[in-house]
């Protein structure tokens, strides 16, 4: 997957697209940090960690920048929000989240929000990096109060 990204940084690199170029550079600086701190090189799985984290992090800055009525950098967060998702995998819909959280709700038994804790990690476990984790939370705490 790295590797993809860095093919891609040279395509961008040549066709001048200033943008990609920049996104891609942080993705690529942010996964060789990731893997000097394991200290050894990352794993597919590890890199998709890394890039969702990135996009996490434009979701939230551009959640922040709508309330600060920036439209100039939410359109630029948002155009970096969509290099980055081009490697993810396409996460999963709302009816899809609640058919998983609903059977892991009647696996445990969980019946209150007590059981939030152990219900939470089995949902993002079997959705496996497809999961928007604020939707599955909301969902998972509709359904338990």
């Known amino acids: 997957m790295l590797h993809q990204i860095e093919i891609d940084l040279k395509d961008a690199l040549k ?7 920049g996104v891609l550079r942080i993705l690529i600086s942010k996964c060789k940090n990731k893997s000097i701190a394991t200290g050894k090189p990352l794993e597919d799985s590890e890199v998709m960690k890394v890039l969702q984290t990135a996009a996490k992090q434009h979701k939230e800055s551009i959640k922040l920048y709508k309330q600060g009525e920036r439209n100039d950098l939410v359109d630029q967060e948002t155009a970096e929000l969509n290099i980055v998702e081009a490697y993810l995998p396409s996460m999963m819909t709302e009816d899809e989240i609640k058919s998983i959280v609903l059977s892991v709700i ?5 019946s209150s929000m007590a059981d939030f804790g152990k219900v939470m990690p089995q949902v993002m476990k079997k959705g496996a990096g497809k999961i928007d984790g604020g939707v599955a939370q909301n969902l998972l705490k509709e359904l338990l109060s």
Request: charged share 35%; no cysteine; glycine share 8%.
């Open 15 to 21: 066709n001048q697209d200033k943008a990609k170029v």
């Open 106 to 110: 009647e696996a445990t038994g969980a």
